[in-house]
Structure formats: structure tokens, C-alpha cells
């Protein structure tokens, strides 16, 4: 059982360029997010999906563009990068039947993400 | 505004020393709890988590969580701990779905 996957794991792009963070999820959870963790920080909400189809904004959304067209897969989208986006991204589910945390979150290992 | 505090930044502990690590919340109403741990180079696994009822939380790796509500604290304990609880620990807060994590306690264990 794979869990929570995570692709790529280390990625560098150049300010202005796009990207896509994949996420997959083999545990049919509703629940999907992205998470972004800096220092000092801790992991802050970017968005989140509770279905197939459903999408909603977290705490930072700005920059970041999601989609949910299958319950496994929740991509993340930078657009045009920038410098501030340099983070780890994370990706967590839940199996959560009211479709949001209450319940345990399931994280991927991360992506490093250096945009110059 | 909500917020999830952990005022301790990085805290060091000999082997088999106690440890406590401070969570506190800012919530109207009291939300869930939950304390998570990040061993290096990994996501976040869940420690333990409290919903209502028995305030005293057991969780896994021999870690327990006290709730105080007249204190808004959601503090994390070990008896004795071991090299490999060295790791960054977060508590998190949920209310109306949305997990609110707190900066982190980075653990060092000492020899």
C-alpha cells in the first residue's frame, strides 16, 4: 500500500516558470491538501479538495491553482514561480467521511521546491 | 484571529529524560487537537489526537497529551525518551475543517 505519493521530490525552476506538484492517494480518501512548511512557520494550508470535482482556498492560496478530477490525484499548479514559493510542499489525505480533518491526515514524504 | 502557539522553538534532552512540549490554542470554541511528528526528510505522522472526553490522550511511540481547557493548553509528554524521538513536533488545532498547524519544537536528544 503506497499511501500518499509525491512527485517530483526535488525540483528547481527559474523565477516566471510553471510546474506541476503531482499527488496521488491509493486509500480512496475524500479528502485531499497542500500544505507548505518554512521555518519557523510550521505547514500552512494552500488548498484543499473534500471530492472529486470540489476545490476550495486554504490559508495561503495565492500563486497556486488546483484540481480534482479523480479522488486519487490532486495536482498543484504554480503558474509563474516566484522566489517566495521556495518551500517543501506537502500533501496529505483523510479519510474523514464529513470530507475534512477530524481525523487523522495522511502526509506524502514532500517535494523540495528552489525557484531562482 | 485563531492561532495555534508553541513557544518553544528547539528544546535539548538527555536519553531517557522526560520530555514536555507546550501547545497553546486560540479558538472560540474548543477544537480538535492533534500532535504530529516530523523525523527528518519525512511528511508528518500522527501522534495522538483528542476529541472530546478523557482528557489524558495515549498515543503511539509511548507519548501522552494532557487537555486543559481553563488553559487552552494541549501539552505533549513522554516519560523517557529515546534518541529516536529526536524530530520536529507539531501541534495542530481543527475547527470547521481546517487543520491549523503551530511553528514546531524542534527535539534534540542528547547521549
Known amino acids: 500500500n503506497a499511501g500518499v505519493t509525491q512527485t517530483p521530490k526535488f525540483q528547481v525552476l527559474k523565477t516566471g516558470q510553471s510546474m506541476t506538484l503531482q499527488c496521488a492517494q491509493d486509500?480512496?480518501?475524500?479528502?485531499m491538501s497542500w500544505y507548505r512548511q518554512d521555518p519557523g512557520m510550521g505547514l500552512r494550508l494552500i488548498h484543499y479538495?473534500?471530492?472529486?470535482?470540489?476545490?476550495d482556498q486554504g490559508e495561503v492560496p495565492n500563486g497556486y491553482n488546483v484540481s480534482r478530477s479523480t479522488t486519487e490525484d490532486f495536482p498543484l499548479r504554480l503558474l509563474s514561480a516566484a522566489p517566495s514559493q521556495t518551500s517543501v510542499y506537502f500533501c496529505?489525505?483523510?479519510?474523514?467521511?464529513?470530507?475534512?480533518?477530524?481525523?487523522?491526515?495522511?502526509f506524502g514524504e514532500g517535494s523540495r521546491l528552489t525557484v531562482l | 484571529a485563531q492561532s495555534v502557539t508553541q513557544p518553544d522553538i528547539h528544546i535539548t534532552v538527555s536519553e531517557g529524560a522526560s520530555l514536555e512540549l507546550r501547545c497553546n490554542y486560540s479558538?472560540?470554541?474548543?477544537?480538535?487537537l492533534f500532535w504530529y511528528v516530523q523525523s527528518p526528510g519525512q511528511g508528518l505522522q500522527l501522534l495522538l489526537k483528542?476529541?472530546?472526553?478523557?482528557?489524558l490522550v495515549q498515543g503511539i511511540k509511548g507519548f501522552e497529551a494532557e487537555f486543559k481547557r481553563s488553559q487552552s493548553s494541549f501539552n505533549l509528554r513522554k516519560p523517557s525518551v529515546h534518541w529516536s524521538d529526536a524530530a520536529e513536533y507539531f501541534c495542530?488545532?481543527?475547527?470547521?475543517?481546517?487543520?491549523?498547524f503551530g511553528a514546531g519544537t524542534q527535539v534534540v536528544v542528547t547521549p
Open positions: 496529505a489525505s483523510s479519510p474523514s467521511d464529513q470530507g475534512a480533518p477530524g481525523g487523522e491526515l495522511f
Open positions: 483528542y476529541f472530546s472526553g478523557d482528557t
Open positions: 495542530a488545532a481543527d475547527s470547521w475543517g481546517k487543520l491549523q
Open positions: 479558538y472560540g470554541a474548543t477544537p480538535y
Open positions: 479538495s473534500v471530492g472529486a470535482g470540489i476545490t
Open positions: 486509500m480512496n480518501h475524500e479528502y
